[in-house]
């Protein structure tokens, strides 16, 4: 890559003498520090021009990878494209330079906005109230989880404290019943990757007063839509309990159906990865709770401010730039191109639940297990094609689990290019395993070790400090 010509880090290319500014002149006098405060030696900073600076961080710069720059199908989470618009709205001074403790009287188009996205999420969910204090999916999720538990205990119904989650739920849930202090029931899927109904009455009826809520992503986390939503709401009804909607990935559900429709009470949404806010490296989000007609007294005290506003501000110009009819066309299409790859490739590579999914699904690696190329391999081998790796290794259903999700965003020709992509490393795989078990080669940096990486990381630059000692 261009950037090895100019040094990896800024320190290697310092130059002793070498200045990229000077500094203003000082116009107050000197004062004397103290003896003891001063340093004893010149601190180790890297002494380079301007342009050797703006070269090497724009080349640093161009080794990112994002939705801007190329397809980016990671299942699970949803990187879809953040159209522009968004960011300018959201940048725009009134909403911009807001300050959360300034007096609610000077930001009332703030919360006219807030208020508008409220009415806009809950006809979109068929539920009566959101709160936008939660500042990410998991947060939402155990905000939820506080409500759930306050309507409880508000009926004086100390017992139930259990809380049913299916095997191929997303690691958050779990934990946010944890945090909310509440016991995890796990419900096994069958082999149609759906929640298997017998486990679950076998649960009800060893557990019914004590269970406060079962949780479910719907389409699950295999991209299912799960079927038996009816009669499940029924069954957790019926013993007492509420339903918890993950609804992080919302989008396939737009126009599609409603999950207050279905029997759910009390739901999250990430706006970050349903209404579009860029959010690689962990954030910002916004995980706002919606509640049926009913619960809204139970939202619980979990931030004095009102969640992170410019996130909102992405969803709510999102929401509205594609307006209501068009917003009805963001499920199908996520589901249109994610059935078009899978049916694309399902030849070569394994699907071990042969049926239409949602807005994504989930190979177990490679058809041909005999070429001892895994999911990982083929992950790193497309880097050298330039696209993004899906997610691997999730959902733990599977041994190879490879998860693509395109998004609605994607055009045809995009989804095709990708799907000859990976037909190509499915004949390298064949031909030369060696080829893709090595990648990437095309990357700045080649195979990195994970597990070396992650015990014992390297994040500080010691010949710097040593050339300047
Ligand atoms: C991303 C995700 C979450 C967690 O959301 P964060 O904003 O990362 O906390 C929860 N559930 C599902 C299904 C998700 O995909």
Redesign the pocket.
Known sequence: MNNRLYGNLIFELSKEGRRGCSLPKNYFGDYEIPASMKRTQDAALPECDELTVVRHYTNLSNNNFGVDTGFYPLG???MKYNPKINEEIAALPQFQNLHPSQPAQTAMGAKAVVAMLNKALCALTGLAQFTFKPY??????LTGLMVIDNYHRSRGDMARKKVIVPDS??G??PASAAVCGLEIIEVKSSSDGLVDLVDLERLVSQEGPNIAAMMM?NPN?LGLFETHIPEIAKLIHDCGGLMYY?G??LNPMLGACRPGDMGFDVMHI?L??TFSTP?GGGGP?A?PVGVRDGLQEFFPFVSPYQGNFGVMMRAYTYILSLGRDQIKNVGPLATLNANYIKESLKDVYELPIDTVCCHEFVFDGLKDKSTGVTTMDVAKRLLDYGYHAPTIYFPLLFHESLMIEPTENESKETLDAFIAVMRKIAEEAKDDPELVKSAPHNTPIGRVDDVLAAKHPIVTYKQMMNDAN
């Open positions: 699970s989470c949803t990410a999916g998991a947060h939402g999720e739920a997303h958050t849930n992503t986390t993950d992080a990935n990430n970050h990865k959010h989000g995980g």
